[in-house]
């Protein structure tokens, strides 16, 4: 059954901030982005590398008729598996590679202040 679980104070997560909570079998991180928060679980669908421990970023696309025919988008919103790459964004769940994977998410609010996590 799912808890609701304090993370920190919403001060303590700063955009492009990452908290990670010791709930479940694999922790959850709780993501600020540009202002948002977005929960995933500490666990790549690939291989099971602690996916939280990512570094956090963007990714590219095709631009076809800018120089480099690729441009870098949805920064501060993809967190790249530190094992093999692979790519997840962290307001969805999904991996940008394959959209039909995908990685766990959380409901994440905020109560005078204080940041919560529902796992």
């Not at 120089?67 to 692979?86: K, S």
């Not at 307001?91 to 959209?99: N, R």
Request: glycine fraction near 14%; aromatic fraction near 8%; include cysteine.
């Amino acid at each position: 059954m799912a808890q609701r679980r304090f993370v920190c104070s919403v001060d303590e997560l700063p955009p492009g901030g990452m908290k990670l909570v010791d709930v479940g079998k694999f922790g959850v991180g709780v993501y600020n982005v540009q202002g948002a928060l977005y929960a995933i679980v500490n666990y790549c669908s690939h291989e099971g590398a602690p996916l939280c421990l990512g570094l956090l970023g963007g990714t590219t696309e095709a631009a076809p008729g800018q120089p480099g025919g690729i441009r870098r988008v949805r920064d501060g919103q993809i967190v790249r598996c530190p094992w093999h790459n692979w790519e997840f964004d962290v307001t969805t769940g999904q991996s940008v590679a394959d959209p039909r994977r995908r990685i766990r998410t959380y409901e994440v609010d905020v109560t005078d202040g204080q940041v919560y996590v529902t796992a």
